[in-house]
């Protein structure tokens, strides 16, 4: 395969807090039913000795977001957030506007400690809503009502937090058409900046997966949420940008883009992922952490948190970026995927002329960009590319 010269790419910060309140039945993240009170000062002490020992991998970088994903972030009280980022900005250089995002469940909301995430460093929160029906929120086996989730993300909002995004799935259980575009307008009244609106899927290794819930819409059904919502939310401003993210101009989550455009990210925390590209050899390495939190929290500070390391090979990055890129409505530059994988385009010539032939995708200039069919018929798309 031919190579070019690998540029690496925006780098981002992955912090993973791996317990929830209770689990979820549809759940499949690597997130824990909290028993007791959480180990938060030796978790922070953790994910500063895991930080502290990857930095080798990133000398010299800018960060340009930061996500604290879980799991539930919130539930660690804001001290212990400041704590991980003064530690991270003492290590790393930060960009001047950098996005930090704290993934919210709305179950998790106290008097005051939006204030407090605000005084910390953090400038945009995700909300986990999902529904804003009571019975859907029941059978998603969800801690919070629709009331209680409005009234945190207006306690945000009045703690001065402009950039929100608000996680809403559909095709859930007992959900018609109507119901899927009611929980959107009552997520319009909120004004969030952006949306995240994701078909409810079961994934294996959840309670959902083995005795599924009755009522789930079939996949005509879900489709034709899909367009309804899609057409609501293009009409309320907010603009389709990835499969499942849509947002008010200007609002992208520049943490996610850097992920589907194959940027670069470090991943602390338990079962954390990262991918780090080295300009100097072309490598690019994967490295993730172990899983379980107590596994993690005891081999924090020695190389023994490694879950893995592995190379991404030459012959793996077509499909790793496409898998990503063809997720964006802006598509990919082929330029970009010659500095991002370091290989040439023409490693993707043969499976490119296949994807315009079936329509999955146009051309324009160096721009490929997925149509309508190759969106609907997405896997079908990426997998001409392995
Ligand atoms: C890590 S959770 C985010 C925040 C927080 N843990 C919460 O649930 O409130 C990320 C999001 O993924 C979505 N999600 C989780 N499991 C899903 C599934 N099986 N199908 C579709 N979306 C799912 C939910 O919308 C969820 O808010
Ligand atoms: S959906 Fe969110 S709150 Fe529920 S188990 Fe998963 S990570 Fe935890």
């Not at 502290?52 to 919130?74: A, C």
């Not at 910390?120 to 019975?135: E, T």
């Not at 370091?342 to 490693?347: I, Q």
């Amino acid at each position: 395969m031919s190579a070019v010269a690998l540029i690496p790419p925006p780098l981002s910060l992955y912090v993973h807090i791996p317990w929830c309140v209770r689990k979820c039945p549809y759940c499949d993240f690597n997130s824990h039913g909290q028993k007791g009170a959480l180990p938060v000062d030796a978790y922070v002490d953790a994910l500063v000795a895991d930080l502290e020992q990857d930095l080798p991998l990133v000398w010299g970088r800018t960060v340009h977001s930061v996500f604290f994903g879980g799991g539930t972030p919130s539930l660690f009280p804001p001290e212990a957030i400041g704590r991980i980022l003064d530690a991270a900005a003492a290590r790393l250089r930060f960009a001047p506007a950098a996005e930090i995002t704290l993934e919210t469940n709305p179950g998790t909301a106290e008097h005051g400690r939006f204030e407090g995430y605000r005084a910390a460093g953090v400038n945009r929160l995700s909300f986990g809503i999902q529904s804003f029906d009571d019975g859907c929120l029941a059978r998603l086996g969800r801690i919070h009502d629709s009331a209680e989730a409005e009234a945190a993300v207006r306690l945000a909002q009045a703690a001065g937090f402009d950039d929100i995004n608000l996680d809403l799935m559909y095709a859930l259980p007992g959900q018609d058409l109507t119901m899927a575009g009611r929980d959107l307008e009552r997520a319009f009244a909120l004004e969030p900046a952006h949306i995240s609106h994701y078909q409810l899927t079961l994934e294996p290794n959840t309670l959902f997966f083995a005795r599924p819930p009755a009522g789930i819409p079939e996949d005509d059904a879900a489709w034709a949420m899909q367009e309804h919502c899609q057409a609501l939310l293009a009409a309320h401003g907010y603009v389709q940008y990835e499969t499942s993210a849509y947002a008010r101009a200007g609002r992208q989550c520049a943490h996610n883009l850097n992920y589907w455009r194959y940027g670069d990210y470090l991943g602390i925390g338990a079962g954390a992922h990262g991918k780090i590209s080295q300009g100097s050899d072309g490598s690019i390495l994967r490295r993730w952490k172990h899983r379980h939190p107590s596994t993690y929290l005891r081999d924090a500070a020695s190389p023994a948190r490694i879950g893995g390391d592995e190379a991404i090979a030459p012959e793996a990055r077509p499909f790793e970026y496409v898998l990503n890129a063809l997720r964006l409505v802006e598509g990919f530059d082929l330029g970009d995927f010659e500095r991002r994988t370091g290989l040439s385009r023409a490693a993707i010539a043969a499976p490119l002329a296949a994807a315009l032939a079936r329509g999955y995708v146009e051309r324009d200039g160096g721009r490929i960009r997925p149509t309508e069919l190759g969106r609907r018929f997405s896997n079908d798309a990426m997998t001409l590319f392995l």
